[in-house]
């Protein structure tokens, strides 16, 4: 197998290179970026399981601003005749795209390429456009039954109104195209609610508006389904500590377990959205009845695909079957009772935390207390790194966060670029 990667900014791109490398002849990536740092910062660029690299166009700047439509762009046209180029160049067999405006390109090209002898690793087109569609899929979620949060969707500042009479501050704004809690907002007064769908509506039509909901505990569903969209593997690890990031929050520990609860209600869903391939549902739980509230679903693995690998169950392989037609065969159950943490992003996390503080005691800021999104204390991570890694558990590390000896580069680009993102880090900033 001839492999070609895009999107290779994403560390997502790193940890396909690690699964596929031992079944692949060669890796080959294809690099974007307007900048010499953009094109520079992911990981898989450094790796030395990787054959070539080629400079593409970037394919994503219609999708982030909402230009959804089932033939090509110009600017989309351009990216895949240089797609073509590479493939024929190197005898490319299979393309496995891994980040959101990819796996939108890829898909409405996908037979294009199945003409040239080329099998693409993306869901069908209109799984893509489903899910990719906040507001689609979060209707077609209500509609049959799975729990989400209170959202409305107006078209104009005028119908804020009704908003603010359906759904009590603060709000939480979010575009129906977006990718890593990109452009997330929280507004908490009908002033800034105005001012944020104004900003957002300025960079894709009509943003959704939802219920902010607390705690920020999150569930979520990493998962395969054939092409009978029956779930064939999930996993849904319990969230055991999150790191909080503005308004959003990322899984930052979580324990591996084989009894996963609301899978009945996922498959349902799974069901009426006819999906296949690979998904990953995220849902935040409502400290109100303890429910899953779905907050989006993604058409890919997700940088979160290494809590499978290395329990091992190598689903990006399994993906490859499935864009290939062959059978999956038996895929292996997930152990119970395994920590799974990222010991980099743990330590860049305490030390961003301790930054904010010292920057806000040298300006002379107090940081309020009464605020709907509380930042993570320094003495509370403290506790909880302690408890977690010394506490005896069975502990399952990053291999983003490994691998000095065998792949040296890849993960010491990703130190220094963890590194240069703290120093030029401004305090309060949200992204």
């Known amino acids: 197998m001839n492999l070609l990667l895009p999107n290779v900014r994403e560390d997502t791109a790193y940890l396909l290179v690690r699964c596929l ?8 990536l294809a690099v974007d970026g307007e900048s010499w740092k953009q094109r520079w910062t992911g990981m898989a660029r450094y790796s030395r399981y990787v054959s070539g690299s080629y400079r593409v166009p970037d394919p994503a700047r219609d999708w982030w601003a909402g230009t959804i439509q089932k033939t090509n762009t110009s600017a989309e046209e ?15 067999d299979v393309i496995f795209p891994s980040f959101d405006p990819e796996m939108y390109v890829f898909a409405k090209n996908s037979e294009r390429f199945a003409q040239a002898g080329i099998s693409v690793v993306t869901p069908p087109l209109e799984n893509v456009l489903t899910v990719q569609d906040k507001s689609r899929v979060l209707q077609v979620a209500t509609a049959t039954g799975f729990p989400a949060p209170l959202t409305c969707y107006p078209e104009s500042v005028e119908e804020l109104d009704s908003v ?8 939480v704004l979010k575009p129906r195209f977006s990718a890593h809690g990109a452009d997330i907002e929280l507004a908490e007064t009908p002033e800034q609610l105005r001012e944020a769908f104004q900003r957002l509506s300025a960079q894709q039509p009509a943003p959704l508006v939802q219920e902010f909901i607390l705690g920020g505990m ?4 990493y998962m395969i389904a054939d092409r009978d969209s029956h779930i064939v593997s999930v996993f849904s690890p ?13 899984t930052a520990a979580c324990l591996s377990r084989s009894h996963m609860p609301y899978l009945d209600e996922v498959q349902a869903l799974v069901s009426e959205l006819s999906l296949t391939g690979g998904f990953t549902l995220q849902t935040q739980l409502d400290p109100r009845d303890d429910s899953p509230r779905l907050m989006e679903i993604n058409p890919r693995l997700g940088h979160n695909v290494w809590f499978r690998t290395e329990l091992g169950v190598p689903e990006p392989s399994l993906l490859v079957k499935l864009a290939l037609g062959e059978e999956l065969g038996e895929v292996p159950a997930f152990p119970e009772g395994y920590l ?3 010991p980099l992003i743990d330590v860049m996390h305490l030390l961003r935390e301790i930054k904010e503080r010292l920057v806000s005691l040298l300006s002379g800021k107090v940081a309020t207390s009464e605020t709907p999104v509380p930042r993570d204390s ?9 408890a977690d890694y010394l506490g005896g558990k069975r502990i399952v590390t990053s291999p983003l966060s490994r691998g000095y000896l065998s792949d040296p580069l ?5 130190v220094a670029r963890q590194l240069l993102a703290l120093l030029r880090r401004e305090s309060g900033s949200l992204r």
């Open 21 to 28: 490398q031992a079944q692949a002849d060669k890796i080959i």
């Open 78 to 92: 351009c990216y895949v005749r240089e797609i073509e180029k590479i493939c024929r160049c190197e005898a490319i």
């Open 164 to 171: 603010m009479a359906a759904i009590t501050p603060p709000w």
């Open 218 to 221: 999150k569930q979520n569903f």
């Open 238 to 250: 319990q969230v055991t500590r999150v790191r909080r990031e503005g308004v959003r929050t990322a």
């Open 340 to 342: 799974l943490v990222d």
């Open 378 to 386: 320094v003495r509370g991570l403290l506790k909880a790194y302690r």
């Open 410 to 414: 890849p993960p010491l680009s990703r």
